[in-house]
């Protein structure tokens, strides 16, 4: 049954990444046709909306009220707003700033803050197991985006604050991520982690729709086109909704830097979206990275515990012989 759930853990992992990974194509397709600040808070907000009947619902069955107290709200703010709302305009405004093959090496930072940030504020240890499949997974991660890695320019004047801006976006999404872990363990749900969280983040958002990038919602409906409302659709469901909810539900049973781990699956599943729908080319490169990765999510979130008995049994072997 332990490796069963697991396994199934893992699944939801890799479904996770495939779903965040829907962003980067689904916003090249709707990004000349609506501004950055409606991209990056737009679907967040139609995600509350839909979510927060379903949060009423869920409540209702386990005959609890809202959370909306100050002894609850107080542990939503800083998420809300640090890994919510200044982590999406962050994202924005850096992705405008910098280039695609820039972004997508920077994202490598975001297992390794976790790492750091859930060994301060979770206590979690940084294994052997887990060095080693952060390793892999990066060696894999640059196998599968050897071509981006060679046009990559991140240290160039032009492009440098664009660099700086996003790294502090994955900075952002790092904190968010372990944070969430602390919500899990104080016993919120999925939904009410999802709901409330995006709710701060979404009333931090009204300023910019309204006086930076004003949001006229008639027009926004009657003349952004097809495209663009099932791409906000898309991104309200299948980015910031349901990804997250079962995100939060993985962390009941793993370790953050566990979970956290599968985002090294993104640039993968992105260079798989783009020979989908873009007619771009995969490489022998990019399989094999894909597989290294593959096997470095595996060996933290099935067989982790199996790997560190028997690192430790070599160990106690070398030094018995030693002895």
């Known amino acids: 049954m332990f490796k069963s759930q ?4 893992w699944g939801l992992i890799i479904i996770i990444i495939f779903l965040w990974a829907t962003q980067v194509p689904v916003i090249r397709f709707i990004g000349d046709r609506l501004g950055a600040i409606t991209v990056a808070f737009i679907p967040m907000i139609i995600s509350t909306i839909i979510f927060l009947p379903i949060l009423w619902v869920e409540n209702k069955k386990r005959n609890v009220k809202f959370r909306w107290r100050w002894k609850d709200i107080k542990y ?3 998420p809300g707003l640090i890994g919510i709302f200044i982590m999406q305009y962050a994202y924005t405004l850096g992705s405008k700033l910098t ?11 975001i297992p390794v803050f976790v790492g750091i940030l859930a060994s301060f504020l979770l206590k979690e240890k940084l294994n052997l197991i887990r060095i080693v499949s952060f390793v892999l997974a990066i060696a894999g991660v640059l196998m599968t985006s050897i071509s981006d890695i060679s046009g990559s320019n991140l240290f160039h004047g032009q492009y440098f604050l664009g660099n700086m801006i996003f790294l502090f976006a994955c900075l952002c999404c790092a904190y968010y991520n372990t944070y969430c872990k602390l919500l899990v363990d104080k016993k919120f749900t999925e939904l009410e982690i999802l709901v409330y969280c995006s709710i701060i983040g979404s009333i931090a958002s009204i300023p910019l729709l309204i006086w930076v990038e004003p949001f006229h919602p008639i027009q ?22 349901i990804p997250a909810l079962l995100f939060f539900y993985v962390l009941k049973r793993l370790d953050v830097t566990q979970a956290i781990l599968g985002n090294y699956l993104l640039p993968f599943f992105i260079a798989l979206f783009g020979i989908a729908l873009l007619n771009e080319k995969i490489s022998a490169l990019m399989i094999i990275g894909g597989v290294i990765i593959f096997i470095s999510t595996l ?4 067989y982790e515990k199996t790997l560190v008995e028997f690192s430790k049994k070599i160990t106690f072997n070398k030094r018995k012989i030693n002895s």
Not at 6 to 9: L, P, Q, R, S, V
Not at 99 to 109: D, F, M, R, S
Not at 220 to 241: D, M, N, Q, T, W
Not at 299 to 302: A, D, E, L
């Open 220 to 241: 926004f409906f009657l003349h952004s086109g097809k495209i663009a409302l099932f791409g906000i659709l898309e991104l309200s469901l299948f980015v910031y909704g």
């Open 6 to 9: 697991k396994t199934i853990d």
């Open 76 to 78: 939503f703010i800083l």
């Open 299 to 302: 060996m933290v979130t099935i």
């Open 99 to 109: 280039i695609v093959a820039n972004a997508g090496i920077i994202t490598l930072a």
